[in-house]
């Protein structure tokens, strides 16, 4: 059973940047989509991006198109998510998740909807306040 633990959140001011990382124990991303969702306060949990372990596909939601990038290094086990131009609605939970040998959750149809069911994280706060 795979394990992922997210780190790298943290206070910052709106145009600031963070770069989250999900670590994986207990078994490899290497054949996994990894997917970044973020919870806002008192709202529902919506997916951020994607990346397939097929071709390097990437998948943004509009919101963050331009300003978060997301990537992967299956040599460590390790996804990322990399903020740029932080802004006040982008504050919520964060949480890393996986869906093994399914590249279709990582396609065109990648949107705020969509929902991972291998494996999350316990979630990292990310604050952006003035």
């Known amino acids: 059973q795979v394990q992922l633990v997210e780190s790298g959140g943290g206070i910052v001011q709106p145009g600031g940047s963070l770069r989250l990382s999900c670590e994986a124990s207990?078994?490899?991303?290497?054949?996994?989509?990894i997917g970044w969702f973020r919870q806002a306060p008192g709202k529902g949990r919506k997916a951020v991006a994607c990346?397939?372990?097929?071709?390097?596909?990437?998948q943004y939601v509009d919101s963050v198109k331009g300003r978060f990038t997301i990537s992967r290094d299956d040599a460590k086990n390790t996804g990322y998510l990399q903020m740029n131009n932080l802004k006040p609605e982008d504050t919520g939970t964060y949480y890393c998740a996986i869906a093994e040998w399914r590249p279709w959750f990582c396609d065109e149809d990648f949107g705020p909807d969509v929902t991972f069911s291998d494996a999350w994280g316990q979630g990292t706060q990310v604050t952006v306040s003035v």
């Open positions: 207990g078994g490899s991303l290497q054949n996994s989509v």
């Open positions: 990346i397939s372990y097929r071709e390097g596909v990437r």
